[in-house]
């Protein structure tokens, strides 16, 4: 997939829109969005749209059986986690380093081994992961909770408690959807437009409208 995203990210610098699509879709992956991903992709054509929907219900239900490439990063995410739970870290680390080669914009394989270097005590190896992946995704909770656990263990505790407050924030917030171009949290609308419409309208016939 290292490939394929540079292809990608090549294809979208140049106004490719297909290709800016389908990475704002590989962004909503690595934050394991899979609800709006999959809202993501009905906008698809539809044999693409087919292809990604396929690959989603396969990472929820049977990652191991995923061979789409564009899926790779975050199948190996998903099998390295498994494999941690499973007591099987050697195997956990491997995958974790797969998916960074496959993608290294994938946040949650950095903080995923960075945990498996903070359980052996080997935390400045751990400090320079989390750290690479606080870049990537300085709104991830689960970021800010690892470092509040690593300068817990360094003895730091101002930083711990900064970034466990920083966590707690985070997880309050109400989620927002991602900007296609930018990656960066968009406002949602609470009402869809076409409601606001129809209510203006009707509220204006009520107005109008002669006794």
């Known amino acids: 997939m290292g490939g394929m995203l540079q292809d990608l990210e090549a294809k979208a610098l140049a106004g490719d829109a297909e290709a800016q699509a389908l990475l704002h879709f590989l962004r909503l992956l690595r934050h394991k969005e899979y609800q709006e991903a999959r809202a993501y992709a009905e906008g698809f054509p539809e044999e693409l749209r087919e292809r990604l929907l396929a ?17 790779a990063a975050e199948r190996e995410v998903l099998l390295g986690v498994r494999a941690v739970r ?51 995704a300085p709104e991830d909770p689960l970021i800010h909770e690892n470092l509040a656990a690593l300068y817990k263990r360094k003895g730091d505790l101002d930083k711990m408690v900064a970034h466990m407050k920083r966590a707690t924030r985070l997880k309050m917030r109400p989620s927002a959807p991602l900007d296609p171009l930018t990656g960066k949290a968009q406002r949602r609308l609470r009402v869809p437009l076409w409601a606001w419409v129809f209510l203006l309208t009707l509220l204006a016939y009520l107005f109008l409208k002669k006794p």
């Open 55 to 71: 690959g989603l219900s396969l990472l929820e239900e049977a990652p191991e059986r995923l061979e789409d490439p564009l899926f």
């Open 86 to 136: 499973e007591g099987r870290k050697e195997e956990a680390e491997a995958r974790f380093q797969k998916a960074l080669a496959l993608d290294p914009h994938h946040h949650r394989a950095l903080s995923n081994l960075g945990n498996l270097h903070l359980e052996r005590g080997e935390l400045e190896a751990a400090l320079d992961l989390y750290r690479r992946a606080l870049k990537l």
